[in-house]
């Protein structure tokens, strides 16, 4: 993040094969570059600007296969898990259904970040905050081969043997939001080590009821680390490892408490000119406790997962404008939706 200047990034993440960005949590690695967290050495404020559109369409069970087919004799549910909340799909009566899942959604955060001239214990200081807004429709297909009634989520429809049925909700709102006010990082000609809290307070559109919401509805705690190794002096090559920890209060309106999480990135980023960047990276990302409350519905159902990225960078005017292109696949998920993703980002800076 560079000071005293005003960053747009304009990004476009596209064709998922999955539904909702395969986060586990508020934290989401999709779209994150290996330098993209090196506190600036300027001094001031910046503000920046972030466009992410995702689309995904099959979701994966708790062993890692398809979810796209249920059978019932009487009842019958499974759970999906959208955007950190189980969602049941259920059929009643002697039936079987095959389904087909997707979801589209859109999020603008805009990162308004502070560098003042401050140490601790030998560190640079910085502080963040990043309000959001968003998009998101969610779609689900199913047909049956038998007369029955099929819930996803509180919508209930009632099918005729060999007929079919949508469901679809949509909607638009303030995602949650996002303060970081501590952020240090230790300098050395070969290193940056970076330290962070933060946390994500529950203020954007959220309905216990509604399967397409923006906001979580419930307050995490992050803290993340930053390590990048510079094997020259002029950091023209940097590795990085980024490990971040989230553990997640109650929901707002109900005895929920999603599990606690944690997501390993890792990559390499190269300037094969003074102007252009080459990087890869990749994460993995896994919850590591089940859901907890009484009106908890997967107490053991732990998700996963994991993907691998690339990037290219081109200062079209050095130091002041650049364009960022991006390819990211997860080729492993449990109990979360699985895809690709494709970026573009333009940064403009005054």
């Not at 005003?6 to 960005?21: E, K």
């Not at 090196?38 to 001094?43: E, P, V, Y």
Request: aromatic letters at 16%; one cysteine or more.
């Amino acid at each position: 993040m560079l000071a005293r200047v005003m960053i747009f990034v304009l990004a476009v993440l596209c064709v998922y094969p999955a539904v909702y960005a395969a986060n586990l949590g508020h934290y989401s690695p999709d779209s994150n570059g290996v330098r993209d967290y090196l506190m600036s050495s300027k001094k001031g404020f910046s503000l920046s600007a972030y466009n992410k559109y995702y689309a995904s369409d099959g979701f994966r069970g708790p062993g890692g296969s398809k979810f796209d087919s249920l059978s019932a004799s009487g009842t019958a549910t499974k759970y999906i898990n959208v955007g950190s909340k189980s969602i049941p799909v259920t059929i009643n009566g002697d039936a079987s259904a095959n389904f087909d899942f997707s979801l589209d959604n859109f999020m603008q955060t805009f990162d308004l970040t502070w560098v003042p001239n401050v140490k601790f214990l030998g560190a640079d200081y910085a502080l963040v905050i990043s309000p959001s807004w968003g998009y998101a429709r969610f779609k689900a297909k199913a047909q049956a081969n038998s007369a029955c009634a099929i819930s996803v989520g509180n919508i209930t429809k009632s099918l005729s043997a060999g007929g079919s049925t949508d469901f679809m909700e949509q909607n638009t709102g303030f995602g949650d939001l996002y303060v970081q006010p501590l952020w240090f990082a230790w300098r050395g000609q070969h290193y940056d080590i970076g330290l962070s809290y933060g946390f994500y307070a529950p203020t954007g559109y959220y309905d216990k009821d509604s399967i397409a919401n923006i906001g979580f509805g419930f307050w995490t705690q992050q803290v993340q680390a930053n390590i990048f190794y510079f094997p020259s002096a002029n950091h023209s090559t940097a590795f990085v490892i980024r490990p971040t920890y989230e553990w997640n209060s109650r929901k707002i309106d109900e005895d929920v408490q999603p599990g606690q999480t944690i997501t390993f990135e890792y990559g390499v980023s190269h300037y094969v000119h003074p102007r252009a960047e080459i990087a890869i990276l990749g994460y993995n990302q896994l919850q590591l406790t089940g859901e907890r409350g009484s009106a908890a519905t997967n107490k053991k159902a732990l998700s996963y997962t994991a993907g691998v990225g690339a990037l290219i960078n081109w200062w079209i005017i050095e130091n002041k404008c650049s364009l960022t292109a991006k390819f990211n696949a997860e080729y492993a998920t449990k109990f979360n939706f699985r895809g690709d993703a494709w970026s573009l980002n333009a940064v403009w800076i005054f």
